[in-house]
């Protein structure tokens, strides 16, 4: 079963919306990290959180990481329609040499 | 820029038939991912690597090998392709293990197995 799962699985808000998409993990982990996949496009990389930080911002992106909770939530503000697209979690597990990647969030921004 | 290149970007292979997906990486990084990417399912490990001469099995390892004879190459191989592997794989690096720093994807491979 996969380490990490996000919800909602879909999203649709208006352009200038925020949109706030939640993830779920099961085990203790070292870094928790949030990638995009615009459609038929490989992962890419948005932001790193380490499990010591509580709140990350880069640009318009905000995490958060509640550890107690196993749970983390990305924040885009002011959404563009360029901002539709999945975003996944990923977090590693056992050894800490795997990186899983929860099951997605399909975020469309309608202009 | 090269990063991660993925070949081929599509293929359809016969039930039974045996292929090998390519990955190379150009960023001198040792640890190495293979993912399939189904509808609903996300993105699921099959096999990963730390360095040249080191793999082992993610979630779903059966029915594909791997190798890694260089830091740059990392091959996914399917011996006796099934219908059920019909997927997207995606092939990524990063110069850290797990979740310590970014990982690097290609722009995946689509198979389809008829």
């Known amino acids: 079963s996969q380490q990490g799962e996000e919800d909602p699985q879909a999203l649709s808000i208006q352009e200038g919306e925020n949109a706030t998409m939640n993830c779920s993990y099961k085990?203790?982990?070292?870094?928790l990290q949030w990638y995009r996949q615009n459609s038929g496009r490989g992962l890419v990389h948005l932001i790193l959180?380490?499990?010591?930080?509580r709140e990350k911002h880069s640009g318009r992106l905000r995490v958060t990481l509640d550890t107690s909770k196993k749970s983390s939530s990305l924040l885009i503000t002011a959404s563009r329609a360029a901002d539709t697209a999945s975003y996944f979690c990923a977090t590693d597990t056992g050894s800490g040499d795997k990186l899983t990647f929860g099951t997605g969030t399909r975020l469309a921004v309608r202009p | 820029n090269a990063g991660v290149t993925q070949t081929p970007k599509f293929q359809v292979l016969k039930t039974g038939q045996s292929m090998t997906l390519q990955c190379a990486q150009d960023m001198n990084h040792e640890y190495m991912s293979w993912y399939r990417q189904d509808p609903g399912m996300g993105l699921r490990l099959i096999h990963y690597?730390?360095?040249?001469?080191?793999?082992d099995q993610g979630e779903v390892p059966n029915g594909y090998n791997v190798s890694r004879s260089t830091t740059e190459d990392f091959p996914l191989r399917l011996l006796s392709a099934a219908p059920s592997q019909t997927s997207v794989y995606f092939c990524?690096?990063?110069?850290?293990?797990?979740?310590?720093?970014?990982?690097?994807f290609g722009q995946g491979t689509r198979l389809t197995v008829v």
């Open positions: 959180i380490r499990s010591n930080e």
């Open positions: 690597s730390v360095g040249a001469g080191i793999t």
């Open positions: 990524a690096s990063s110069s850290r293990p797990g979740s310590n720093t970014e990982a690097f």
């Open positions: 085990t203790s982990i070292n870094n």
